[in-house]
Protein backbone atom coordinates (compact mmCIF):
# COMPACT_ATOMS: atom_id res chain seq x y z
CA UNK A 1 0.00 0.00 0.00
CA UNK A 2 1.53 3.46 -1.33
CA UNK A 3 2.01 5.81 1.87
CA UNK A 4 -0.89 8.16 1.04
CA UNK A 5 -3.40 5.38 1.25
CA UNK A 6 -1.72 3.67 4.09
CA UNK A 7 -2.01 7.45 6.00
CA UNK A 8 -5.28 7.61 4.23
CA UNK A 9 -6.19 4.19 6.06
CA UNK A 10 -4.74 4.77 9.31
CA UNK A 11 -6.32 8.62 9.63
CA UNK A 12 -9.75 7.30 8.85
CA UNK A 13 -8.96 3.72 11.25
CA UNK A 14 -8.27 6.70 14.32
CA UNK A 15 -11.08 8.98 13.29
CA UNK A 16 -13.50 5.90 13.74
CA UNK A 17 -12.00 4.88 17.14
CA UNK A 18 -9.74 1.95 16.13
CA UNK A 19 -6.66 3.56 16.77
CA UNK A 20 -5.33 6.50 18.98
CA UNK A 21 -2.81 8.85 16.64
CA UNK A 22 -3.16 12.00 16.07
CA UNK A 23 -0.35 12.22 13.17
CA UNK A 24 -0.90 10.11 10.06
CA UNK A 25 1.92 9.94 9.65
CA UNK A 26 2.58 7.26 11.84
CA UNK A 27 2.47 5.55 8.70
CA UNK A 28 5.89 5.29 8.31
CA UNK A 29 6.31 3.38 11.96
CA UNK A 30 4.31 0.77 10.24
CA UNK A 31 6.01 0.51 6.83
CA UNK A 32 9.37 0.65 9.17
CA UNK A 33 7.84 -2.44 10.80
CA UNK A 34 7.13 -4.58 8.10
CA UNK A 35 9.96 -4.15 6.10
CA UNK A 36 12.86 -2.86 8.58
CA UNK A 37 13.96 -6.22 8.64
CA UNK A 38 13.95 -7.77 5.47
CA UNK A 39 17.39 -6.74 4.02
CA UNK A 40 18.95 -9.59 6.77
CA UNK A 41 16.54 -12.31 6.40
CA UNK A 42 16.90 -11.86 2.67
CA UNK A 43 20.52 -11.74 2.58
CA UNK A 44 20.25 -8.64 0.86
CA UNK A 45 17.04 -9.93 -1.32
CA UNK A 46 19.79 -12.84 -2.35
CA UNK A 47 17.31 -15.05 -0.75
CA UNK A 48 13.88 -15.53 -0.95
CA UNK A 49 11.09 -15.53 2.10
CA UNK A 50 8.62 -18.34 2.57
CA UNK A 51 4.85 -17.48 2.89
CA UNK A 52 5.22 -18.37 6.67
CA UNK A 53 8.19 -16.00 6.94
CA UNK A 54 6.67 -13.42 5.98
CA UNK A 55 2.87 -14.11 7.67
CA UNK A 56 5.00 -14.10 10.54
CA UNK A 57 7.08 -10.94 9.63
CA UNK A 58 3.64 -9.37 8.62
CA UNK A 59 1.48 -10.53 12.11
CA UNK A 60 5.07 -9.40 14.87
CA UNK A 61 4.42 -6.03 12.80
CA UNK A 62 0.68 -5.37 13.22
CA UNK A 63 1.17 -6.54 16.35
CA UNK A 64 3.75 -4.31 18.06
CA UNK A 65 1.99 -1.36 15.75
CA UNK A 66 -1.40 -2.20 17.37
CA UNK A 67 0.37 -2.03 21.02
CA UNK A 68 1.78 1.04 20.43
CA UNK A 69 -1.27 2.69 18.86
CA UNK A 70 -4.32 0.56 19.61
CA UNK A 71 -7.31 1.75 21.26
CA UNK A 72 -6.59 0.71 24.65
Known amino acids: MPSRRRRARLLALSVG ?3 RISDP ?3 EH ?3 LLTGGLDGRTRFGTRPLSEA ?3 EISRTAVDTFLRAFGPG
Request: charged share 10%; aromatic share 0%; no cysteine.
Open 17 to 19: GHL
Open 25 to 27: AVA
Open 30 to 32: LGS
Open 53 to 55: ELA
